[in-house]
């Protein structure tokens, strides 16, 4: 994991080049949660200790909550954007992952003028981009995205456990798990599940 493209793209004039990536799309609980991330041109990794950065599934949850804190002191620029599970209910999976990216965009405190996205566009937003399948094993700025959205979905997805119980959000961060399975079995959906996935529709009769 380098940053040879975002410096290919610093040395062509661009200077808050942004990576993007979700979290969430495929559970069946909770929000989708996109982080965008940008770092100043020239910068180096290794001075700020997060040369560890890359997809955040290969990484435990102990090191991306580390890198999580050392890239938002060290990025130029980021911002954090979530989409409901109401509104991905609402309008579908793919345009909630993307009002989530577009949200964290406008979070940002300087406005890119190059995307990094991980094999998804923005129609609605002329910044010029590249997206390409896995650009989180890819483009370290996606990497560091893909961290940063991982650990914000799941802290969400922790104090959703405390509000309701018995579902072990905490541990399952909303996804399928069988223990998860058993819980919609038994105690129904609550209100942070996606009621229009398959498993919660199945088990709840709905729709």
């Not at 975002?6 to 929000?31: H, N």
């Not at 700020?48 to 290969?58: L, N, T, Y």
């Not at 405390?162 to 819980?183: C, D």
């Amino acid at each position: 994991m380098n940053l040879d493209k975002e410096q290919d793209l610093w040395q062509d004039g661009f200077r808050v080049v942004t990576g993007i990536d979700e979290a969430g799309r495929g559970a069946w609980a909770g929000p989708v949660a996109a982080a965008a991330v940008a770092f100043p041109p020239g910068f180096d990794p290794a001075d700020c200790g997060i040369e560890r950065v890359s997809d955040s599934k290969k990484l435990s949850p102990a090191v991306r909550e580390e890198l999580y804190c050392r890239i938002l002191r060290s990025a130029l620029a980021f911002g954090i954007g979530f989409a409901s599970a109401r509104e991905i209910d609402e309008i579908g999976i793919v345009p909630a992952t993307r009002l989530a990216m577009l949200r964290a965009i406008r979070r940002m405190r300087r406005s890119p003028d190059f995307l990094l996205l991980d094999y998804m566009v923005l129609p609605s937003v002329s910044t010029p981009f590249i997206s390409i399948p896995r650009a989180d094993s890819t483009f370290f700025s996606v990497a560091a995205a893909s961290i940063v959205s991982k650990v914000s979905r799941d802290r969400l997805m922790i104090r959703l456990d405390r509000r309701y119980p018995g579902y072990a959000f905490s541990a399952n961060k909303g996804y399928g798990t069988s223990a998860h399975r058993e819980a919609l079995a038994s105690l129904g959906a609550c209100s942070a599940h996606r009621y229009r996935f398959g498993p919660v529709r199945r088990v709840n009769g709905l729709f």
